[in-house]
């Protein structure tokens, strides 16, 4: 059993009989803890140990070997043989002999190995049962302290099995710190809004399917783990945690965020919403000005609102991995003048906007994996700084090539009115690139309304 746990790929599970018939003496065997101390004590000479056995064929009959054993000492008490020619004719029955010897090797270096997964399986077991019953212990004096009056800031109770958070643990009320990651947890109560001084709350690695509306009265909240559970949505009400500077939705179901999120949460600098199954951003994330860290790799995200520049603080940007999904980025990501990193790889990237000039900050970008055309693959491979230089270059020439086709064009009128077409032709094309590099179209939800007055694009004009 613990050989296929081990090595499924060259050792088969047991039997279901034999699994029955160890039910009874081990029935902790499938705790992950136990068996990860279980599988580290198997050494790795034991596949080469069973290959071995499986290759010498059956076993020798006991009684053969007894025979060969007993023709042996006969040889060998012959005195009219000499040690040479005893020697030889004893060849012909030590080879049962040796066979014998070392199935005896081979098993009893296995048998050892039982009895020590055996010696394993006690010590962690007993480990186990003491941890559980401490754990219980703890956690119900941690109550009565509570309802003593004793003041209680923090609390750890990871790893702990629970099913369910006791509606008690919410009534303290001087509570800063609560871990309760790596549980059984399906739910949390309604009830932890009463904790009104709560700023660190850790629910990760648990089962919850949704959290409490009421988790929105946690008003000095500043850090939130919520990620590795089966979370489709997070409720609207998490837009009223004013106070969050983390938030780590990672490793979820969630396929939207709240509308509202980016109204509400403007202090929260660190957001981590990676592994999900998003398909878009809501308008209101331009409205969280203190951000500088956003995760947002392996989802299904079609695009970037537009409004996407107007965070001026953000330093770290990943959008790695939405494959088929993410196929250009607004003009406005040049807006984001405090970025450093930056990792599009593993998308349907064609072009990177003409103005990625002046991105002047940006020390790490990965374009990998993308059907690059602009730029290159090889400038891509360079680095940001070539990036940058390769498509100021390319700035440079756009914006010459169109003087000079306004040049002379106005030299065929002959009267000044060149420029003003020349002016009305860059408003045109202005207004057509910032309506083409909204990533939903120009839809209202995502920001897509942004006059192109707001762009660099006007300045530079």
Not at 186 to 202: G, N, R
Not at 213 to 238: A, W
């Amino acid at each position: 059993y613990v050989l296929h746990q081990y090595d499924s790929n060259h050792h088969a599970p047991p039997s279901t009989a034999i699994q029955q018939t160890l039910s009874p003496s081990f029935p902790l065997l499938s705790d992950p803890q136990i068996m990860s101390s279980l599988t580290q004590s198997i050494p790795t000479t034991i596949t080469q140990t069973l290959s071995v056995l499986a290759s010498l064929g059956p076993r020798p009959d006991p009684s053969a070997v007894s025979s060969a054993r007993s023709k042996i000492s006969q040889i060998l008490q012959v005195d009219s043989l000499s040690p040479e020619e005893a020697a030889k004719e004893a060849e012909i029955y030590a080879g049962a002999v040796r066979l014998e010897e070392v199935y005896d090797s081979y098993e009893k270096e296995l048998s050892d190995l039982e009895e020590k997964l055996s010696r394993v399986y006690a010590t962690e077991s007993e480990s186990l049962l003491r941890s559980r019953k401490e754990m219980n212990e703890e956690v119900v004096k941690m109550l009565k302290a509570a309802e003593s009056g004793k003041v209680l800031e923090r609390i750890d109770l990871s790893g702990q099995e629970l099913k369910l958070l006791p509606e008690a643990f919410c009534k303290i009320v001087g509570l800063v710190s609560l871990n309760i990651s790596g549980n059984d947890l399906m739910f949390i109560p309604d009830a932890i809004s009463k904790m009104k001084k709560l700023e660190e709350l850790d629910v990760s690695s648990n089962s919850l399917e949704s959290l409490p509306d009421s988790i929105g009265m946690l008003l000095n909240l500043r850090i939130l783990n919520v990620s590795s559970n089966n979370l489709t949505t997070l409720p609207e009400s998490i837009a009223h945690c004013r106070s969050l500077v983390e938030l780590d939705a990672s490793y979820n179901n969630l396929t939207s965020l709240p509308t509202n999120i980016g109204y509400g949460l403007q202090n929260l600098e660190r957001l981590l919403i990676h592994l999900n199954k998003l398909s878009y951003f809501p308008g209101s994330i331009s409205e969280m000005r203190s951000l500088k860290y956003l995760d947002a790799h392996m989802n299904e995200i079609h695009g970037l609102p537009s409004s996407m520049g107007r965070l001026k603080k953000l330093e770290v940007l990943n959008l790695s991995s939405n494959f088929n999904n993410l196929m250009r980025v607004p003009d406005a990501i040049t807006d984001l003048i405090n970025l450093r990193e930056l990792d599009l790889s593993n998308n349907q990237i064609q072009a990177i906007p003409d103005s990625f000039y002046m991105l002047k900050k940006l020390e790490k970008l990965n374009l990998e994996h993308n059907p690059l055309e602009i730029p290159s693959q090889e400038v891509a491979k360079q680095g940001a700084e070539a990036v940058r230089e390769f498509m100021r270059k390319r700035w440079d020439m756009i914006m010459g090539e169109e003087q000079q086709r306004i040049g002379v064009e106005a030299e065929r009128h002959g009267d000044g009115t060149g420029w003003v077409s020349w002016g009305t032709s860059m408003v045109t094309n202005l207004v057509s690139g910032v309506t083409q590099t909204v990533g939903f179209g120009g839809g209202s939800g995502d920001g897509g309304d942004k006059k192109p007055g707001e762009t660099h694009f006007y300045h530079q004009l």
